[in-house]
C-alpha cells in the first residue's frame, strides 16, 4: 500500500469517501468521517482506495476466522500489501480495525463486487491475494478455504472459477488446463488464443495503466506467472516446443 493512499483517505477531508462498510472503516482509520459518495464535491473515490482498503479489510477478517496468523502469512501479507515505513502504522490500525468490526466478511465483499462488478479481473486480482497470504504457511486450511469460497461466493464466481483460480496457488488435480479455464481435449488454436487473452487481461502493464495500486500490479504479475506456467506446461507435454 503506498503513503498517496493514506494521504488520499487524511489529506482531503470529506469528499474522498468510500461509503457503506469500507468508508466507516477507512473513516475510523483516517480519523474523521467519510461520508457517502452521492453528492460529494470531488468526483468519484479513487479506485486504488477501494482495492487496497477492501483488501486489507478481507485479509484481517481472513485472519480472524483462520484464528491463527503465522509469521510466514504476515510476510506474505507485507508481499501483497506494499506498505512505505511512513504508512505502515496505518496499515495497521486498519487491519486491527477490519478485524474487531460487527460487519462480517460478506459486507466488504459485496461492497468491492459493486465497486468492479464490471472488471471481475479486479475480483479476481483480491482473490489472488487473499490465497496468496493464505498458502503461506505452507497449506490451505479448512477454514480458509471455506472463508476465501465465501468471498468468492460474493464476488459472484461459481464453482468452476472458483477452482480455476485457487489451482493458480494450490494443487487441486495439478491440472494445468484448470488454470487456464480449459478442457484437455482443446484444440492447439484454441488454447493460443486463450493464453493471448488471458495474457492481454493479466498484464501488469494493463493493471499500471488503469491507475490501480501497487498491490493489483503484484499480483497480476504473480498470476501472469502462474498462467504462463500452465501454459507452458501444456505446450510441453503436446510436444509443441
Known sequence: MSLGIWGKLGG??????IGGPLGALAGGVAG????DRDGAPFGPTPRDVVFTTGLVA???KMAKSDGV?????VE??????QVDPAARSGVERLFDLAKKTTSGFEAYARQIAGAFQDEPALLEDVLDGLFHIAKADGALHEKEERYLRGVAECFGF?????RR???RHVALSDDPYLVLGLEPAVTDADLKARHR???????PDRAIARGLPPEAVAITTRRLAAINAAYDRILAERGAR
Open 76 to 81: 506474505a501479507f507485507g508481499e501483497v500489501v
Open 69 to 73: 496468523v503465522h509469521p510466514s502469512e
Open 58 to 60: 478481507l485479509a484481517a
Open 165 to 167: 483460480i485457487a489451482a
Open 197 to 203: 487473452a488471458l495474457v492481454m487481461e493479466s498484464h
Open 32 to 35: 474523521h468521517l467519510l461520508v
Open 12 to 17: 482531503v477531508g470529506l469528499g474522498l469517501a
Open 158 to 162: 461459481d464453482e468452476a472459477a472458483f
